[in-house]
């Protein structure tokens, strides 16, 4: 099992220019999360889905999007990269909600630049 | 005010050495607690859960005090391996998430 896979691991893009992320998992998991991590701030949720179909904003979701069509897949989107979105992007998954099952599990993260 | 706070540190100490943590949590409905490990320009990685009479996992000792809405992690016994930032993480199924909220790590170097 590879548990969580991020795509791509680099990039560096212009500013105005847009990508996509991709996370995968193959562990079933209903909870996917986008997270954010800068020096000295600490993860930031983005946005995040409780399950295919459906998805909410965390705290920082200005200048993303995002979308959950298929369960194993949650992608993050940028339409028009500013310099303040670089940063490395973590994505997470989670059982489901309730019992005792609360670990997330990261993917390896991407490491955005934005010039 | 985040929900999690933690001390950045560095801290710096010898192989050998007993270091602990502290994190303060604000939301008292927060139900569960973990601390996770972050290497270098890696993911996070659950390193143990914190239960309320503590718990202990070889040379770590995690204890949580909810009157206070403390948790602390000691490291027994450092070695070089233990070099990371140790994030505190709160857990609150009351929310409709069920939201982790990350403290935002204190940074450990051990030396030889």
């Known amino acids: 099992n590879a548990g969580v896979t991020q795509t791509p691991k680099f990039r560096v893009l212009k500013t105005g220019q847009s990508m996509t992320l991709l996370c995968a998992q193959d562990?079933?998991?209903?909870?996917m999360y986008w997270y954010r991590q800068d020096p000295g701030m600490g993860l930031r949720l983005i946005h995040y889905?409780?399950?295919?179909?459906?998805?909410a904003k965390g705290e920082v979701p200005d200048g993303y999007n995002v979308s959950r069509l298929k369960k194993q897949n949650f992608l993050l989107g940028l339409e028009s990269a500013a310099p303040s979105q670089t940063s490395v992007y973590f994505c997470?998954?989670?059982?489901?909600?309730?019992?005792?099952?609360?670990?997330?599990?990261f993917g390896p993260g991407t490491r955005l630049t934005v010039l | 005010r985040k929900e999690v706070e933690q001390d950045p540190g560095p801290f710096n100490v010898p192989e050998g050495a007993t270091v602990a943590f502290n994190c303060t949590y604000s939301?008292?409905?927060?139900?569960?607690f973990f601390w996770y490990r972050q290497d270098c320009r890696k993911e996070p990685k659950l390193l143990m859960s914190?239960?309320?009479s503590g718990n202990e996992d070889g040379r770590f000792t995690a204890q949580l005090n909810r009157a206070s809405q403390y948790i602390s992690l000691l490291i027994r016994d450092s070695k070089l391996s233990d070099s990371a930032t140790y994030l505190c993480?709160?857990?609150?199924?009351?929310?409709?998430?069920?939201?982790?909220?990350f403290g935002r790590g204190t940074q450990l170097t051990v030396w030889p």
């Open positions: 889905s409780v399950g295919e179909g459906t998805t």
């Open positions: 939301n008292s409905a927060s139900q569960s």
């Open positions: 562990m079933n998991h209903e909870y």
């Open positions: 993480v709160a857990f609150d199924r009351g929310s409709t998430l069920g939201r982790l909220y």
């Open positions: 914190v239960y309320s």
């Open positions: 997470a998954t989670r059982v489901g909600a309730g019992g005792q099952d609360n670990e997330q599990f």
